[in-house]
């Protein structure tokens, strides 16, 4: 019965959508490359939102461009990359994070690369695609068309789009000043490798949900970032912060920091969000206020 075959089909979509970031580590599938990649649009960069696309290793994709309404190209501005959680999009992570409202009001761009399926292949999860070779090719096209301020390019994301910037601080040496991952972990996948770590400087900025269901792997995570940068912790404790939360600092060799917000009545969550299903408004700390002040003050 051709009513009782569409029911299936959403209720087994609808199961998929609800079981939620990283639900599945093996990730979407890889694309077949058969289909044809559209011509490109072009772009003219504007203040306000871009939604655009790019022809990568034989498939169309998407990624979104935030400019402030100051934008005018004759001076470089600071670039933040934010990924998105799996599976997810530009939309979801621009309304959880307010990124672009904060580059409004602070004078930076936005880009919001998209994952293939859904997800980018980051460390424990999802997908096969070169999304690594895809950002790096988002930001030259930034630097050069946009003028980014290639002194200052940062990376930001949660869940699979954290993990995505630990990989990208590794794999792109020299590209981000600083990354700061959300309920992201530096875990699973290449990570597991005693010499995958940064070989230029990359500070960080993170923040672990105590209630987290991933809290465990991120703080091994940040014990494995500590202990192949040689960072040694603040003998000080950071400042109170509300709902028993910590701040924790260490310095490493390399002259980069490690900052650790631990909020124990946070699960996996994007602290200080008013939208999304990854929104704790309660959580003590906006995130989006304290990584964009980390941000303004590392560059290379």
């Known amino acids: 019965m051709p009513e009782l075959r569409h029911a299936i089909a959403v209720v087994a979509l609808l199961a998929a959508t609800v079981a939620g970031c990283d639900a599945d580590p093996a990730g979407p599938p890889a694309p077949t490359g058969s289909a044809t990649p559209s011509p490109e649009p072009v772009e003219t960069p504007a203040p306000g939102d871009h939604r655009l696309t790019t022809s990568w290793n034989g498939t169309n994709r998407s990624f979104v461009v935030h400019a402030p309404p100051s934008y005018d190209a004759a001076s470089p501005l600071p670039l933040v990359v934010v990924m998105h959680y799996f599976p997810g999009d530009a939309a979801g992570i621009a309304a959880t994070s307010g990124m672009s409202a904060k580059a409004d009001r ?71 000043a600083a990354i700061a991952p959300v309920s992201g972990g530096f875990s699973g996948g290449k990570a597991t490798q005693a010499d995958f770590r940064p070989s230029r400087p990359v500070s960080v900025i993170t923040f672990v949900g105590g209630k987290d269901r991933f809290a465990t792997a991120f703080e091994s995570g940040l014990t494995a970032w500590q202990e192949r940068l040689s960072c040694k912790p603040a003998a000080a404790a950071g400042p109170k912060l509300p709902n028993g939360g910590s ?53 290379h």
């Open 106 to 176: 602070e004078n930076f761009l936005v880009l919001y690369p998209e994952g293939f399926a859904g997800g980018m292949n980051a460390l424990s999860c999802c997908g096969s695609e070169d999304d690594v070779g895809l950002i790096k090719s988002l930001v030259a096209r930034m630097v050069e068309r946009w003028h980014a301020d290639p002194k200052a390019v940062f990376a930001t994301g949660i869940s699979n789009g954290g993990d995505m910037a630990y990989r990208l601080a590794v794999e792109l040496p020299g590209t981000f």
């Open 247 to 299: 701040r924790r600092l260490a310095t490493c060799a390399d002259g980069s920091e490690q900052v650790v917000y631990r909020l124990p009545q946070m699960g996996h969550s994007w602290p200080g969000a008013q939208q999304g299903t990854l929104a704790d408004p309660d959580a003590g700390v906006n995130a989006t206020d304290l990584i964009w002040e980390f941000f303004r003050t590392h560059r």
